[in-house]
């Protein structure tokens, strides 16, 4: 079992930024692929950033991309989603999701999730 827990939520103002953390316990973390997803209300969860085992290879959605980073740092069993010039339309609930059976995913088949962290974006 993986237990992630994520970190970093909040209000902000459009334009503004914020970082978000997802602690994983349980697995050995460099082997585990990892992403962020999301969930605006009414709407389907969304994949939003995955990164590979080894944090060599991300994958964005294109709404993102120039303005979110994930990361990832094995030593500190933690991935990161730095998310700057934010939108309204990024206003959701941001998981963590983690996998152990391939090296990066892109899909919405992880093993693991976290309980999510509100991000609310201000026009």
């Known amino acids: 079992q993986v237990q992630l827990v994520e970190s970093g939520g909040g209000l902000v103002q459009a334009g503004g930024s914020l970082r978000l953390s997802c602690a994983a316990s349980?697995?050995?973390?460099?082997?585990?692929?990892m992403g962020w997803f999301r969930q605006a209300p009414g709407k389907e969860r969304d994949f939003v950033a995955a990164?590979?085992?080894?944090?060599?290879?991300?994958y964005y959605i294109g709404s993102v991309k120039g303005r979110f980073t994930i990361s990832r740092d094995n030593a500190k069993n933690t991935v990161y989603l730095q998310m700057n010039s934010l939108k309204p339309e990024d206003t959701a609930v941001y998981y963590c999701?983690?996998?152990?059976?391939?090296?990066?995913?892109?899909?919405?088949?992880?093993?693991?999730w976290g309980q999510g962290t509100q991000v609310t974006v201000s026009a």
């Open positions: 999701a983690a996998d152990e059976d391939y090296p990066v995913v892109t899909g919405p088949e992880y093993d693991y």
């Open positions: 349980g697995r050995t973390f460099s082997s585990l692929a």
């Open positions: 990164i590979s085992w080894s944090g060599s290879s991300t």
